[in-house]
Every structure is written in C-alpha cells, then in structure tokens.
Nanobody
Framework: QKQLVESGGGLVQPGGSLRLSCTAS????????MAWYRRAPGKQRELVAS???????IYADFVKGRFTISRDDAKNQIYLRMNNLKPDDTAVYYC???????????????WGQGTQVTVSS
C-alpha cells in the first residue's frame, strides 16, 4: 500500500500555474518532514522543495520565487504551488515522506508514485 499519493499534475502552457497535492494514506498518523522531488526526461531525480514539522522550507535555486511548498497537518497533506511554469519544469513530480509516523511507528523515505507535469504551448 502506497503511503503517499500525488495529484494535480497535467498539461499547462508556459507562464501558467498548477497546484500539486500529496495525501497520506489512512495508516499514516502524522506527516513530519516532507519534500517534493522531480525527475525530468533523461535526468536524475532532484529536490524541488522541502518542509519540516516546524514549517521551515528549503527550495532549489531553480524554483525560488516561483514555487511554494505548504502543509496541512490536520489533513495529512502537503502541496506544491507552481507559478510561472517553464518548459524546463516538465517532469514527473514525486512526494517524499522524509519522516512520517504510521500505525507501525516512525518511518523514513517513503515515496509517492509521481504525477506528470508537462509545460508546453
């Protein structure tokens, strides 16, 4: 059973916006430290943004000022608001649970299945 499920990807024109969501499954009690990664065609997976339990955030230089990561602990969800999208942002975006608390205890390094984001005119 996947612990994390992404949604919100799709096709958008350059300059457009998308909001990705990551929802934890029912057996996740708390999301703690979370992140968004992406893998573009022919490239390695790279960190986009992260957010810890205090709400502290880190962004990759290539998304600073355009993307915003946020969280809703009551819903066990995180989000990635992406503005001013560029063709180079085309990638599969993955939600990662760096640290989460499940019904089995604390766990690390959980990945979602990914959601495709395509930026093209």
């Amino acid at each position: 059973q996947k612990q994390l499920v992404e949604s919100g990807g799709g096709l958008v024109q350059p300059g457009g916006s998308l909001r990705l969501s990551c929802t934890a499954s029912e057996n996740v009690r708390n999301i703690i430290d979370m992140a968004w990664y992406r893998r573009a065609p022919g490239k390695q997976r790279e960190l986009v943004a992260s957010i810890n339990s205090r709400g502290d955030t880190i962004y990759a230089d290539f998304v600073k000022g355009r993307f915003t990561i946020s969280r809703d602990d009551a819903k066990n969800q995180i989000y990635l608001r992406m503005n001013n999208l560029k063709p180079d942002d085309t990638a599969v975006y993955y939600c990662k649970g760096d640290k989460i608390r499940t019904t089995q205890g604390i766990g690390f390094d959980y990945w979602g299945q990914g959601t495709q984001v395509t930026v093209s005119s």
